[in-house]
């Protein structure tokens, strides 16, 4: 049961999994912290010195977190923010011009156009067990058993936990940091690799990427070398995974694109500047 799908849009795929697998590692697999609102006691100011127009700012605060506070717009749910800053970050405005907006559509969209080449060269091999045909040999109970259990597995490591709450809002929020006006113009040809901090990141977001990127090549190597039908199952999780990421990715920018407000709590990895 050889295949005959090409082996560059696997070798994305991995390598995708590989970066969004690793970040969760290196920032804290399950890190979440999560900030608390302001509590009445915070708020609290002395009778004698309580001037109501601040009070009135505090509260306009608290409506605005709340509404821009989205799953898809924090990173892993998280208000990585002091009580201090939730005015700060009620007001990161991506200040949208045409020019920005079509420098991040670029970045972001060709990011899901490599996800999804990826699906479709592998959705075959995924597949594979459950065609008629000759030569093809159904799965057992336990092989069964084992590809619904790989399918939500990978859906959660990979799809949620991986993508929406790791690389998804990060290829977001590096996206909108594009502008053709200031940007150098490479970063803006390159744009979907330049949001997956492949390059112009921080030093350790360089590392990460270029190391998983690298070191994938021996997984799918490895993954090629299955026996039928256990590489058909590890791909069917690969496509699960890498279709939540699609998702995630997509439905992170079109609500920052439709609200102007940049992933909350999102560190876009960009180098410091000299």
Same mark, same amino acid.
């Given at each position: 049961?050889?295949?005959?799908?090409?082996?560059?849009?696997?070798?994305?795929? $991995?390598?995708?999994?590989?970066?969004?697998?690793?970040?969760?590692? #290196?920032?804290?697999?399950?890190?979440?912290?999560?900030?608390?609102?302001?509590?009445?006691?915070?708020?609290? @100011?002395?009778?004698?010195?309580?001037?109501?127009?601040?009070?009135?700012?505090?509260?306009?605060?608290?409506? &605005?977190?709340? %509404?821009?506070?989205?799953? +898809?717009?924090?990173?892993?749910?998280?208000?990585?923010?002091?009580?201090?800053?939730?005015?700060?970050?009620?007001?990161?405005? @991506?200040? @949208?011009? &045409?020019?920005?907006?079509?420098? !991040?559509?670029?970045?972001?969209?060709?990011?899901?156009?490599?996800?999804?080449? #990826?699906? %479709?060269?592998?959705?075959?091999?995924?597949?594979?067990?459950?065609?008629?045909?000759?030569?093809?040999?159904?799965? &057992?109970?336990?092989?069964?058993?084992?590809?619904?259990?790989?399918?939500?597995?990978?859906?959660?490591?990979?799809?949620?936990?991986?993508?929406?709450?790791?690389?998804?809002?990060?290829?977001?929020?590096? !996206?909108?940091? +594009?502008?053709?006006?200031?940007?150098?113009?490479?970063?803006?040809?390159?744009?979907?690799?330049?949001?997956?901090?492949? $390059?112009?990141? &921080?030093?350790?977001?360089?590392?990460?990427?270029?190391?998983?990127?690298?070191?994938?090549?021996?997984?799918?190597?490895?993954? %090629?070398?299955?026996?039928?039908?256990?590489?058909?199952?590890?791909? #069917?999780?690969?496509?699960?995974?890498?279709?939540?990421?699609?998702?995630?990715?997509?439905?992170?920018?079109?609500?920052? +694109?439709?609200?102007?407000?940049?992933?909350?709590?999102?560190?876009?990895?960009?180098?410091? %500047?000299?």
């Amino acid at each position: 049961h050889k295949s005959t799908a090409p082996n560059m849009p696997r070798f994305l795929s $991995f390598a995708l999994l590989g970066v969004a697998l690793l970040n969760n590692l #290196a920032s804290g697999f399950s890190h979440s912290n999560i900030m608390p609102l302001p509590t009445s006691s915070s708020l609290r @100011l002395p009778l004698q010195h309580k001037p109501r127009p601040s009070m009135q700012t505090n509260s306009d605060a608290i409506g &605005t977190y709340a %509404k821009i506070t989205s799953p +898809l717009l924090v990173r892993g749910g998280a208000r990585a923010m002091a009580n201090e800053n939730v005015n700060e970050a009620a007001a990161y405005d @991506l200040n @949208l011009s &045409t020019g920005k907006v079509i420098a !991040s559509l670029w970045g972001t969209c060709g990011v899901a156009y490599i996800l999804i080449k #990826a699906i %479709k060269r592998v959705v075959p091999i995924a597949l594979e067990p459950f065609m008629t045909g000759e030569g093809v040999v159904p799965l &057992t109970n336990v092989q069964l058993a084992a590809y619904i259990l790989t399918c939500l597995w990978f859906a959660y490591v990979e799809g949620y936990k991986g993508f929406q709450l790791k690389f998804s809002p990060l290829v977001v929020s590096r !996206s909108f940091t +594009l502008q053709p006006s200031l940007s150098t113009i490479h970063h803006v040809v390159l744009a979907p690799f330049y949001s997956m901090g492949l $390059f112009h990141a &921080t030093r350790k977001r360089m590392i990460v990427s270029w190391s998983v990127s690298i070191g994938v090549t021996a997984i799918v190597a490895a993954v %090629k070398r299955f026996p039928y039908p256990w590489r058909n199952i590890v791909d #069917a999780g690969v496509v699960v995974g890498l279709t939540w990421g699609t998702v995630s990715i997509l439905g992170g920018y079109i609500i920052s +694109l439709v609200t102007g407000i940049a992933p909350i709590g999102v560190d876009p990895s960009l180098p410091e %500047k000299n």
